[in-house]
């Protein structure tokens, strides 16, 4: 199947769901926009609802990659981390043509159809998720109980942003963007934790806990989880008295490469492979690289 020709359709259809709502944008009018006939476009759609899952599989696909690699950034601080965050999603939504569909979100909430409204939602919850990680892991979990309205009042401005100005922003406008986004969570930050604020919140519960996605809790946990497994062997190299300082030395750099390895790319490495096999030549060093091993292929 020629890809070059989904992705046209693809393009296509998600900016005339953009501009005039999924409901009233026709096959014909995506077969036309794309340059072929209604049964040419069937060849590589069933219907309007596949193309749309389509899309946002690819697009949630993208996210969880790119989120990973943001995790796996040892030299992010949690504030850091936040605003990679947000640059990060704006890139991948403009990089996927989305933008546009955002504008029409209750629609994608309440389609019709039970795949669309629970890939959509599944792909909210998994943004949310990793938001609300984010800013818990900056400012505290006593920042949790007003998590969910801060997301809000950030996605607002986000949203509002590409309706005023434009949705054809340019990679530094973005991280601009998500930096004075930044600055503005930390001044609800310092409002929420004051009394006047404390038990105000436009949500009872963080509607996460009722239905979060466990698949994005475990790969938090397991980002976390690999953070501290990386620093277990520093640990263990360092007040290992059986090497010698150039040994530990060596193996310290080995472990710096596996970070560094990881950070791109962490599956089919076979670079990674043989760092880890040479770290396991320490026996106290094994048991924390078999963990090591299982985390990376996840």
Not at 75 to 83: I, Q, T
Not at 92 to 115: A, R, Y
Not at 169 to 186: K, N
Not at 242 to 258: Q, W
Request: charged share 30%; glycine share 4%; with cysteine.
């Amino acid at each position: 199947m020629n890809k070059d020709k989904k992705e046209i359709i693809l393009q296509n259809a998600l900016r005339l769901f953009g501009e005039k709502g999924v409901a009233l944008t026709t096959v014909d009018e995506i077969a036309k926009e794309s340059g072929m006939t209604k049964p040419s476009l069937y060849k590589y759609f069933d219907s309007k609802e596949t193309l749309l899952l389509e899309s946002i599989s690819n697009l949630s696909e993208s996210l969880d990659r790119e989120v990973t690699k943001l995790y796996r950034n040892l030299e992010l601080s949690p504030g850091e981390r936040l605003v990679e965050l947000m640059a990060t999603y704006l890139k991948v939504v403009l990089n996927h043509n989305f933008q546009t569909l955002m504008f029409n979100m209750p629609t994608l909430k309440n389609s019709g159809d039970e795949k669309v409204r629970k890939a959509w939602t599944d792909l909210e919850d998994q943004f949310y998720l990793w938001f609300e990680d984010c800013i818990t892991d900056a400012y505290g979990k006593d920042i949790e109980h007003h998590a969910m309205d801060i997301i809000f009042i950030a996605g607002s401005i986000l949203l509002e942003y590409f309706r005023l100005i434009g949705s054809d922003l340019p990679d530094q406008q973005c991280r601009s963007l998500a930096i004075y986004v930044g600055h503005i969570i930390h001044i609800l930050v310092e409002g929420f934790n004051t009394p006047e604020m404390r038990n105000v919140s436009l949500f009872d519960s963080s509607p996460l806990k009722k239905r979060g996605n466990c698949q994005v809790k475990n790969a938090i946990w397991e980002t976390r989880r690999l953070h501290e497994v990386f620093e277990e062997l520093d640990s263990r190299i360092s007040n290992n008295h059986i090497l010698t300082d150039p040994e530990k030395a060596s193996y310290r750099e080995a472990l710096k490469k596996i970070r560094e390895e990881s950070f791109e790319s962490s599956q089919n490495n076979v670079v990674l492979d043989a760092l880890i096999l040479y770290l396991e030549q320490v026996e106290s060093l094994r048991e924390a690289c078999t963990e090591l091993r299982a985390l990376m292929k996840k």
